[in-house]
């Protein structure tokens, strides 16, 4: 059964810092993965998903890597703005969509 | 603009009540999900549906049923209410080709409080 770890489960930095959020994931098989935002009391907004066959995506401030035989994704956030505070979850697709626990980021001002 | 809503944002409803918490997206996907999320536990996939009147059981069935009669409309249903089923219930919805990169789209969250 794939199981998906996010660490570190809470994060806070100072405005402007570029900062890493990490996705591991135990079976390699897998279709695609995502990146998800969830704002407090929300549901979530997806971010960025990446096929198995790719390496990284981008979009804006944020760039997904993708590093299936380790079972390794990374989420980096460039020059982070106190409207990036939210939790980051990723979803590993395989033979179902397995999530992370999250983490939860606060940029302060 | 996609859109999957859940009618039922905040309820609070007490030990032994039926509950039915209901989902409806209009992007015609065949697919539609429910979830619970736990603080430290992430989401855990309660039912799903690949098309009408089909449902399949997730990680977590027991204590939940769930209704297809039509293609935009998912309902979750809780026979009989316990305090361990107090949660933050997701829906969710997407087209039949997942494996091929179409992403899932999730409503806002319904938070049922059962006392």
């Known amino acids: 059964k794939q199981e998906v770890t996010q660490i570190p489960a809470a994060l806070s930095v100072p405005e402007g810092e570029n900062l890493v959020l990490n996705c591991s994931f135990t079976?390699?098989?897998?279709?695609?993965l995502q990146w998800f935002r969830q704002d407090p009391g929300k549901g979530l907004t997806s971010l960025l998903l990446?096929?198995?066959?790719?390496r990284e995506q981008t979009s804006g401030r944020l760039n997904a890597s993708l590093d299936k035989s380790s079972g390794r994704s990374t989420l980096y956030i460039a020059a982070s703005q106190p409207g990036d505070s939210a939790t980051y979850l990723c979803a590993v697709n395989g033979n179902d969509m397995r999530f992370g626990a999250g983490t939860r980021l606060t940029v302060k001002p | 603009d996609v859109k999957v809503t859940q009618s039922s944002r905040y309820l609070v409803k007490r030990t032994g009540e039926k509950v039915f918490l209901e989902c409806v997206q209009d992007?015609?996907?065949?697919?539609m999900f429910w979830y619970r999320q736990d603080p430290g536990l992430g989401l855990r996939l309660i039912y799903f549906?690949?098309?009408?009147?089909?449902?399949e059981k997730g990680d977590i069935p027991e204590g939940y049923s769930v209704s297809r009669e039509k293609k935009e409309r998912f309902s979750l249903i809780l026979e009989s209410a316990s305090t361990n089923q107090t949660s933050m219930y997701l829906c969710a919805s997407s087209s039949h080709e997942l494996s091929s990169g179409n992403t899932i789209y999730f409503g806002e969250g319904s938070w049922l409080t059962v006392v």
């Open positions: 990446i096929q198995s066959s790719q």
């Open positions: 549906s690949y098309d009408v009147k089909m449902k």
């Open positions: 992007m015609d996907h065949e697919n």
């Open positions: 079976d390699s098989a897998i279709y695609n």
